[in-house]
Protein backbone atom coordinates (compact mmCIF):
# COMPACT_ATOMS: atom_id res chain seq x y z
CA UNK A 1 0.00 0.00 0.00
CA UNK A 2 3.20 2.19 1.04
CA UNK A 3 4.51 1.81 -2.62
CA UNK A 4 1.29 2.14 -4.27
CA UNK A 5 0.63 5.80 -2.59
CA UNK A 6 3.82 6.58 -3.64
CA UNK A 7 4.78 5.24 -6.91
CA UNK A 8 0.93 5.74 -8.45
CA UNK A 9 -1.45 8.16 -6.04
CA UNK A 10 1.56 10.80 -5.38
CA UNK A 11 2.77 10.61 -9.02
CA UNK A 12 -0.39 11.32 -10.85
CA UNK A 13 -2.30 13.77 -8.15
CA UNK A 14 0.85 15.16 -6.53
CA UNK A 15 0.25 18.59 -5.00
CA UNK A 16 1.87 20.98 -2.04
CA UNK A 17 -1.44 19.81 -0.22
CA UNK A 18 -1.12 16.39 -0.70
CA UNK A 19 2.58 15.68 -0.83
CA UNK A 20 3.25 15.85 2.90
CA UNK A 21 1.16 12.56 3.07
CA UNK A 22 -0.56 13.27 6.51
CA UNK A 23 -3.77 11.80 7.35
CA UNK A 24 -5.64 15.11 6.90
CA UNK A 25 -4.98 18.13 4.22
CA UNK A 26 -4.12 21.27 5.56
CA UNK A 27 -5.91 23.80 3.81
CA UNK A 28 -5.97 27.57 4.26
CA UNK A 29 -8.71 29.10 3.26
CA UNK A 30 -8.80 33.31 4.01
CA UNK A 31 -6.32 33.02 7.23
CA UNK A 32 -8.92 30.16 8.47
CA UNK A 33 -6.56 26.47 8.40
CA UNK A 34 -8.80 23.15 8.03
CA UNK A 35 -7.76 19.71 8.36
CA UNK A 36 -9.95 17.59 5.69
CA UNK A 37 -9.74 14.12 5.61
CA UNK A 38 -11.79 10.92 4.06
CA UNK A 39 -11.16 7.22 4.63
CA UNK A 40 -13.40 3.87 3.41
CA UNK A 41 -14.07 1.45 5.72
CA UNK A 42 -13.89 -2.45 4.91
CA UNK A 43 -14.07 -4.38 8.07
CA UNK A 44 -15.38 -7.79 7.96
CA UNK A 45 -17.52 -8.83 9.89
CA UNK A 46 -19.22 -5.76 10.41
CA UNK A 47 -19.43 -6.68 14.18
CA UNK A 48 -16.69 -7.55 16.44
CA UNK A 49 -16.12 -7.13 20.41
CA UNK A 50 -16.22 -2.95 21.47
CA UNK A 51 -17.46 -1.77 18.19
CA UNK A 52 -18.53 -2.04 14.71
CA UNK A 53 -18.56 -0.34 11.08
CA UNK A 54 -20.46 2.65 11.95
CA UNK A 55 -18.40 3.14 15.10
CA UNK A 56 -15.38 3.01 13.41
CA UNK A 57 -15.76 4.77 10.58
CA UNK A 58 -16.51 7.81 12.50
CA UNK A 59 -13.79 7.46 14.90
CA UNK A 60 -11.05 6.69 12.32
CA UNK A 61 -12.24 9.89 10.82
CA UNK A 62 -12.59 12.24 13.88
CA UNK A 63 -9.50 10.58 14.94
CA UNK A 64 -7.37 11.32 11.78
CA UNK A 65 -8.48 14.87 12.19
CA UNK A 66 -7.76 15.23 15.45
CA UNK A 67 -4.10 14.37 15.21
CA UNK A 68 -3.47 17.16 13.47
CA UNK A 69 -4.31 19.09 15.87
CA UNK A 70 -7.69 20.49 14.57
CA UNK A 71 -11.50 20.38 16.21
CA UNK A 72 -13.45 18.24 14.55
CA UNK A 73 -16.68 19.55 13.02
CA UNK A 74 -18.72 17.67 10.51
CA UNK A 75 -18.44 14.24 8.70
CA UNK A 76 -19.82 12.80 5.83
CA UNK A 77 -21.17 9.29 5.54
CA UNK A 78 -21.58 7.48 2.29
CA UNK A 79 -22.62 4.09 2.17
CA UNK A 80 -22.54 1.16 -0.40
CA UNK A 81 -24.89 -1.70 0.60
CA UNK A 82 -25.05 -5.00 -1.26
CA UNK A 83 -28.60 -6.22 -2.11
CA UNK A 84 -30.38 -7.70 0.39
CA UNK A 85 -28.64 -6.69 3.47
CA UNK A 86 -30.86 -7.31 6.74
CA UNK A 87 -32.56 -3.61 7.29
CA UNK A 88 -32.03 -4.42 11.27
CA UNK A 89 -28.48 -4.89 10.63
CA UNK A 90 -28.36 -1.30 8.92
CA UNK A 91 -30.18 0.17 11.52
CA UNK A 92 -27.73 -1.02 13.87
CA UNK A 93 -24.91 0.52 12.06
CA UNK A 94 -26.64 4.06 11.31
CA UNK A 95 -27.64 4.14 15.32
CA UNK A 96 -23.58 3.54 16.59
CA UNK A 97 -22.66 6.17 13.99
CA UNK A 98 -25.36 8.16 15.52
CA UNK A 99 -24.00 7.49 19.01
CA UNK A 100 -20.38 7.69 18.27
CA UNK A 101 -20.43 11.16 16.96
CA UNK A 102 -22.64 12.92 19.61
CA UNK A 103 -20.61 11.54 21.75
CA UNK A 104 -17.66 13.34 19.73
CA UNK A 105 -19.81 16.75 19.35
CA UNK A 106 -19.75 16.18 15.69
CA UNK A 107 -22.31 16.59 12.90
CA UNK A 108 -23.16 14.45 9.84
CA UNK A 109 -23.81 16.59 7.87
CA UNK A 110 -23.89 15.21 4.09
CA UNK A 111 -24.13 11.81 2.50
CA UNK A 112 -24.39 8.85 -0.38
CA UNK A 113 -26.06 5.52 -0.85
CA UNK A 114 -25.39 3.22 -3.28
CA UNK A 115 -26.63 -0.22 -3.60
CA UNK A 116 -25.04 -3.25 -5.53
CA UNK A 117 -25.96 -6.22 -6.56
CA UNK A 118 -25.57 -9.30 -4.42
CA UNK A 119 -22.43 -10.93 -4.14
CA UNK A 120 -20.72 -7.68 -5.19
CA UNK A 121 -20.16 -6.03 -1.83
CA UNK A 122 -19.90 -8.41 1.24
CA UNK A 123 -22.71 -6.14 3.37
CA UNK A 124 -21.36 -3.07 3.87
CA UNK A 125 -19.03 -0.66 3.08
CA UNK A 126 -19.11 2.65 4.69
CA UNK A 127 -16.79 5.89 3.28
CA UNK A 128 -16.76 8.93 5.55
CA UNK A 129 -15.01 12.18 5.09
CA UNK A 130 -14.34 14.98 7.87
CA UNK A 131 -13.59 18.51 8.18
CA UNK A 132 -12.15 20.01 11.26
CA UNK A 133 -10.72 23.48 12.16
CA UNK A 134 -6.97 24.50 13.18
CA UNK A 135 -6.87 27.41 15.73
CA UNK A 136 -3.51 26.88 16.26
CA UNK A 137 -0.41 25.79 14.56
CA UNK A 138 -0.54 22.08 12.73
CA UNK A 139 1.31 19.55 13.82
CA UNK A 140 3.14 18.39 11.50
CA UNK A 141 6.44 15.72 10.78
CA UNK A 142 9.16 18.88 10.22
CA UNK A 143 8.45 19.83 13.94
CA UNK A 144 10.04 16.68 15.33
CA UNK A 145 13.80 17.02 16.80
CA UNK A 146 16.56 14.80 17.97
CA UNK A 147 15.97 14.23 21.40
CA UNK A 148 12.00 14.19 21.71
CA UNK A 149 10.18 11.27 23.35
CA UNK A 150 7.99 9.11 21.90
CA UNK A 151 4.39 8.53 23.59
CA UNK A 152 1.88 5.90 23.42
CA UNK A 153 -1.42 5.93 25.57
CA UNK A 154 -1.71 2.75 26.05
CA UNK A 155 -1.68 -1.04 24.82
CA UNK A 156 -0.99 -2.33 21.19
CA UNK A 157 -3.20 -4.54 19.28
CA UNK A 158 -6.45 -5.07 20.89
CA UNK A 159 -8.67 -3.56 17.65
CA UNK A 160 -6.83 -6.28 15.38
CA UNK A 161 -7.15 -9.04 17.88
CA UNK A 162 -10.57 -8.17 18.56
CA UNK A 163 -11.77 -8.41 14.82
CA UNK A 164 -10.04 -11.49 14.46
CA UNK A 165 -11.36 -13.39 17.47
CA UNK A 166 -14.86 -12.14 15.78
CA UNK A 167 -14.39 -13.98 12.54
CA UNK A 168 -16.20 -17.42 12.77
CA UNK A 169 -14.05 -19.37 10.38
CA UNK A 170 -10.37 -19.33 12.46
CA UNK A 171 -12.60 -20.38 15.91
CA UNK A 172 -10.60 -17.64 17.95
CA UNK A 173 -11.72 -16.81 21.01
CA UNK A 174 -10.87 -13.86 23.06
CA UNK A 175 -11.66 -11.70 25.97
CA UNK A 176 -10.24 -8.51 23.87
CA UNK A 177 -12.20 -5.72 23.09
CA UNK A 178 -11.44 -3.27 20.34
CA UNK A 179 -10.08 -0.09 21.50
CA UNK A 180 -11.70 1.59 18.97
CA UNK A 181 -12.30 5.67 20.49
CA UNK A 182 -12.64 9.02 19.20
CA UNK A 183 -9.72 10.25 20.37
CA UNK A 184 -10.45 14.21 19.88
CA UNK A 185 -11.42 15.30 23.79
CA UNK A 186 -8.45 13.53 24.80
CA UNK A 187 -6.06 15.05 22.44
CA UNK A 188 -7.25 18.42 23.23
CA UNK A 189 -6.34 17.78 26.87
CA UNK A 190 -2.91 16.73 26.17
CA UNK A 191 -2.72 19.98 23.90
CA UNK A 192 -4.04 22.33 26.43
CA UNK A 193 -1.00 20.72 28.99
CA UNK A 194 2.08 21.47 27.11
CA UNK A 195 3.53 23.51 24.24
CA UNK A 196 5.73 20.91 23.71
CA UNK A 197 3.70 18.54 21.29
CA UNK A 198 5.21 18.15 18.59
CA UNK A 199 3.40 15.32 16.00
CA UNK A 200 0.74 13.12 16.58
CA UNK A 201 -0.41 10.03 14.38
CA UNK A 202 -2.97 7.19 14.99
CA UNK A 203 -1.13 4.23 14.39
CA UNK A 204 -3.83 2.46 12.31
CA UNK A 205 -3.62 -0.32 9.69
CA UNK A 206 0.01 -1.71 9.92
CA UNK A 207 0.52 -0.67 13.67
CA UNK A 208 2.91 0.94 15.25
CA UNK A 209 5.96 0.10 13.48
CA UNK A 210 4.56 1.24 10.44
CA UNK A 211 3.49 4.56 11.58
CA UNK A 212 6.78 5.26 13.28
CA UNK A 213 8.64 3.97 10.06
CA UNK A 214 6.38 6.38 7.88
CA UNK A 215 7.87 9.69 10.42
CA UNK A 216 11.20 8.51 9.80
CA UNK A 217 11.23 7.95 6.22
CA UNK A 218 14.38 10.26 3.96
CA UNK A 219 14.21 12.01 7.41
CA UNK A 220 17.49 13.09 8.97
CA UNK A 221 17.06 11.19 11.88
CA UNK A 222 15.93 7.77 13.84
CA UNK A 223 13.91 6.62 16.57
CA UNK A 224 15.16 3.96 18.90
CA UNK A 225 12.51 2.50 21.34
CA UNK A 226 12.39 0.07 24.21
CA UNK A 227 10.55 -3.19 23.95
CA UNK A 228 9.87 -3.27 28.02
CA UNK A 229 8.65 -0.06 28.26
CA UNK A 230 5.49 -0.73 25.28
CA UNK A 231 2.64 -1.28 27.21
CA UNK A 232 0.64 -5.02 25.32
CA UNK A 233 -1.78 -6.85 27.54
CA UNK A 234 -0.96 -10.07 27.99
CA UNK A 235 -3.54 -11.33 26.41
CA UNK A 236 -2.64 -10.00 23.13
CA UNK A 237 0.97 -11.39 23.80
CA UNK A 238 -0.75 -14.12 23.55
CA UNK A 239 -3.03 -14.48 20.69
CA UNK A 240 0.06 -13.00 18.66
CA UNK A 241 2.66 -15.98 20.28
CA UNK A 242 -0.24 -18.81 19.53
CA UNK A 243 -0.84 -17.14 15.46
CA UNK A 244 2.60 -15.84 14.52
CA UNK A 245 1.53 -11.77 14.59
CA UNK A 246 3.82 -9.39 16.01
CA UNK A 247 1.52 -6.58 17.89
CA UNK A 248 3.84 -3.54 16.51
CA UNK A 249 2.43 -4.09 12.94
CA UNK A 250 -0.93 -5.00 14.07
CA UNK A 251 -4.16 -2.32 13.91
CA UNK A 252 -5.02 -0.18 16.76
CA UNK A 253 -8.14 2.47 16.69
CA UNK A 254 -8.12 4.32 19.78
CA UNK A 255 -4.21 4.53 20.33
CA UNK A 256 -2.24 7.97 19.27
CA UNK A 257 1.11 8.24 18.87
CA UNK A 258 2.79 11.48 20.44
CA UNK A 259 6.48 13.20 20.13
CA UNK A 260 6.43 15.34 22.54
CA UNK A 261 9.93 17.52 23.45
CA UNK A 262 12.00 15.92 25.92
CA UNK A 263 11.72 18.69 28.80
CA UNK A 264 7.82 18.01 28.72
CA UNK A 265 7.52 14.56 28.38
CA UNK A 266 6.94 13.40 31.82
CA UNK A 267 4.20 15.80 32.32
CA UNK A 268 2.33 15.24 28.82
CA UNK A 269 2.39 11.63 30.34
CA UNK A 270 1.07 12.59 33.90
CA UNK A 271 -1.59 14.60 31.94
CA UNK A 272 -2.32 11.57 29.44
CA UNK A 273 -2.71 9.10 32.51
CA UNK A 274 -5.80 11.12 34.26
CA UNK A 275 -7.85 10.25 31.09
CA UNK A 276 -9.54 6.68 30.95
CA UNK A 277 -7.93 6.67 27.33
CA UNK A 278 -4.60 7.40 28.39
CA UNK A 279 -3.79 5.46 31.88
CA UNK A 280 -1.69 2.65 30.25
CA UNK A 281 0.46 5.41 29.12
CA UNK A 282 4.09 5.07 28.50
CA UNK A 283 7.51 6.43 27.38
CA UNK A 284 8.74 3.92 24.44
CA UNK A 285 11.35 5.69 23.24
CA UNK A 286 13.39 8.67 21.56
CA UNK A 287 14.02 10.63 18.22
CA UNK A 288 18.01 9.58 17.65
CA UNK A 289 20.75 11.66 15.23
CA UNK A 290 21.62 7.46 14.79
CA UNK A 291 20.36 5.03 12.67
CA UNK A 292 19.19 7.93 10.36
CA UNK A 293 15.55 7.21 8.43
CA UNK A 294 15.45 3.72 10.70
CA UNK A 295 13.39 2.77 13.53
CA UNK A 296 15.32 0.58 16.07
CA UNK A 297 14.38 -1.59 18.95
CA UNK A 298 15.98 -2.18 22.43
CA UNK A 299 15.24 -5.53 23.02
CA UNK A 300 14.31 -7.20 26.63
CA UNK A 301 17.63 -9.30 26.02
CA UNK A 302 19.64 -6.25 25.60
CA UNK A 303 19.86 -6.03 22.15
CA UNK A 304 18.84 -3.67 19.43
CA UNK A 305 17.12 -4.88 16.22
CA UNK A 306 15.57 -3.22 13.45
CA UNK A 307 11.99 -2.48 12.57
CA UNK A 308 10.96 -2.53 9.61
CA UNK A 309 7.79 -1.23 6.91
CA UNK A 310 5.07 -3.82 7.08
CA UNK A 311 5.69 -6.45 3.70
CA UNK A 312 2.48 -7.22 3.30
CA UNK A 313 -0.83 -7.49 5.54
CA UNK A 314 -0.84 -9.01 8.85
CA UNK A 315 -4.66 -9.50 8.82
CA UNK A 316 -6.96 -8.03 5.74
CA UNK A 317 -10.19 -6.25 6.09
CA UNK A 318 -9.17 -5.03 9.20
CA UNK A 319 -10.79 -1.74 9.28
Not at 136 to 154: F, H, Q, S, T
Not at 276 to 283: R, T
Request: hydrophobic share 40%; aromatic share 6%; charged share 25%.
Amino acid sequence: MHNLIKDLFLKSFNNPLLSTLDDSAIIDIDGQKIAFTTDTYVVKPLFFPGGDIGKLAVCGTVNDIAVMGARPLWISCALVIEEGLDYEILEKVIASMKRTATAAGIQIVTGDTKVVESGNCDGLFINTSGVGVIEAEPLRCENIAVGDKIIINGGLGEHGIAVLSARSDLGLKSAIKSDCATLNFFIEEILDCSEGIKFMRDPTRGGLATTLNEIVEEKPFGIMLEQQKIPIKNTVKGTCELLGFDPLYLSNEGKVVTVAASEDAARILESMRKHILGKDSEIIGEVTSRHTGKVYIKTLSGGTRIIDMLEGEQLPRIC
